[in-house]
């Protein structure tokens, strides 16, 4: 199926008429980031903050939230109707003054790391997969990616209630085969594949049947071979920067694929600011909070965000703390909407024998966990996270989402250096806790 380019719908067109006010500060704040933090103050009035987390079966909610008019809350939060509703302290436990009497000079608490066992059947040992979390069926979904004979074409679903359990979905006819960005949309599964002429898969989660393939047409900025790309999640559509042909020429471009009503190229108007340099496999997460793409380039190391207003605005952020902006920015990082905050973990490795100082400044900082807050605008804050247990080993091309329900980081697989100091695929699941160490 060949599709052509069009029009994006307008603004008026795609948000829900609650939202009006917000995203008339939001389109404003391109011209100073005053405005834009005044909007952040007012985030619980918008539909791209904590308050449109829905909730799950059985009224589930993330760690301190409520159910309130089906969708997750925290304090005096808009529900569905565009009213305030009282937090219920009791129904969750939720001390609000904790930390009035805490202890400044305490040590920090830890999170903790557990490895899960999961009986058999199981996905095999792999790099570079797919990973999503669906918030409707409260699970884990790992798509395809690499292992020892090669790209694979399998999809697996993992239980979050109670026991982990991994049961594999077997859809009929065609299906993607190796790694793929993978995103849940509207009950989809939505898998964006790279290349000189991309392809969109879709998988209805109800009733995941068969594979839906949408074949574009050439990209609007050449490429869309390692592209950094996130789902914009009020408009229903990627948004994709940089990446480069098969030839190794870098871009710096951006633009839009849009979800709904159809699959196909949308308009994404050129940006305003100076863009970041062309890059070839960046990452970046969609911060909801800040309604912007953020980018993580490693080469030369640098955060960028880009606000998706119209026009969308690059503005190049400044991070602080040290220590992180270093090799972790090629592999897989997420997002945790309680911060607002990035959260990395491993993404390169150590080489053998080598000792890393994950605190040093100027270190290959592969061990550790780091978080990127996001609630200060333009001055980011690098932090890592205190942990606890037998933690992973380092390793890159993991998969890895955040468990919105129980405030925890799910890791599985990727690449270790093995024996003779080859390459080894793994197939181990891990999870961190992290409400202890909030």
Same mark, same amino acid.
């Given at each position: 199926m060949s599709v052509q380019f069009r029009q994006e719908a307008s603004d008026d067109q795609r948000r829900d008429p609650d939202d009006e006010d917000i995203m008339s500060l939001l389109s404003r704040a391109t011209a100073g980031t005053a405005l834009f933090g005044a909007a952040l103050a007012g985030c619980y009035q918008s539909p791209h903050t904590d308050c449109t987390i829905p909730c799950g079966s059985d009224g589930r909610c993330p760690v301190s939230f409520?159910?309130?008019?089906?969708?997750?809350?925290?304090?005096?939060?808009?529900?569905?109707?565009?009213?305030?509703?009282?937090?219920?302290? /009791?129904?969750?436990?939720?001390?609000?003054?904790?930390?009035?009497?805490?202890?400044?000079?305490a040590p920090p608490v830890a999170c903790a790391w557990r490895k899960l066992q999961t009986d058999a059947p199981r996905p095999s040992a792999r790099a570079q997969a797919g990973a999503a979390y669906d918030a409707e069926g409260n699970r884990m979904l790992l798509l395809n990616g690499t292992g020892e004979a090669g790209p694979l074409s399998d999809l697996w679903s993992l239980s979050l209630?109670?026991?982990?359990?991994?049961?594999?979905?077997?859809?009929?006819?065609?299906?993607?085969?190796?790694?793929?960005?993978?995103?849940?949309?509207?009950?989809?599964?939505?898998?964006?594949?790279?290349?000189?002429?991309?392809?969109?898969?879709?998988?209805?989660?109800?009733?995941?049947?068969?594979?839906?393939?949408?074949?574009?047409?050439?990209?609007?900025?050449? !490429?869309?071979?390692?592209?950094a790309t996130v789902l914009d999640v009020p408009n229903h559509r990627l948004v994709l920067f940089g990446g480069g042909t098969e030839a190794g020429l870098a871009t710096n471009g951006t633009s839009a694929v849009s979800l709904a009503p159809q699959i196909e190229w949308g308009v994404l108007m050129p940006p305003i600011g100076a863009p970041p340099p062309p890059?070839?496999? !960046? /990452? /970046?997460?969609?911060?909801?909070?800040?309604?912007?793409?953020?980018?993580?380039? /490693?080469?030369?190391?640098?955060?960028?965000?880009?606000?998706?207003?119209?026009?969308?605005?690059?503005?190049?952020?400044? #991070?602080?703390?040290?220590?992180?902006?270093?090799?972790?920015?090629?592999? #897989?990082?997420?997002?945790?909407?309680h911060g607002p905050r990035a959260l990395v973990f491993g993404n390169d490795m150590a080489l053998p024998g080598q000792v890393v100082d994950a605190g040093a400044?100027?270190?290959?900082?592969?061990?550790?966990?780091?978080?990127? !807050?996001?609630?200060?605008?333009?001055?980011?804050?690098? !932090?890592?996270?205190?942990?606890?247990?037998?933690?992973?080993?380092?390793?890159?091309?993991?998969a890895m989402i955040y468990d919105v329900v129980s405030d925890r980081l799910i890791v599985f697989g990727g690449q270790v250096f093995g024996v003779d100091d080859g390459l080894e695929y793994l197939d181990d699941l891990w999870t961190l806790d992290l409400g202890p160490c909030r």
């Open positions: 409520s159910c309130n008019h089906g969708y997750c809350t925290q304090g005096a939060a808009c529900a569905s109707d565009g009213s305030a509703d009282a937090f219920d302290d /009791a129904a969750t436990g939720m001390d609000v003054d904790a930390d009035a009497n805490a202890d400044p000079d209630d109670g026991n982990p359990v991994w049961t594999e979905l077997m859809p009929a006819g065609p299906s993607p085969v190796g790694g793929l960005d993978t995103f849940v949309d509207q009950g989809r599964l939505v898998a964006f594949q790279q290349a000189e002429k991309p392809v969109v898969w879709t998988l209805d989660l109800a009733a995941p049947n068969a594979w839906n393939q949408t074949q574009l047409t050439g990209p609007p900025n050449g !490429s869309t071979i390692g592209a890059t070839f496999r !960046s /990452a /970046a997460i969609y911060d909801r909070v800040g309604y912007r793409m953020v980018v993580f380039q /490693a080469a030369p190391t640098a955060v960028w965000g880009l606000l998706l207003t119209t026009p969308p605005a690059w503005t190049a952020l400044a #991070p602080s703390g040290g220590g992180a902006q270093h090799t972790f920015l090629r592999g #897989p990082l997420v997002y945790d909407p400044p100027d270190a290959d900082t592969t061990q550790g966990t780091w978080t990127l !807050s996001l609630s200060s605008v333009d001055s980011p804050t690098w !932090s890592q996270l205190p942990t606890s247990g037998v933690q992973p080993d380092p390793r890159t091309g993991h």
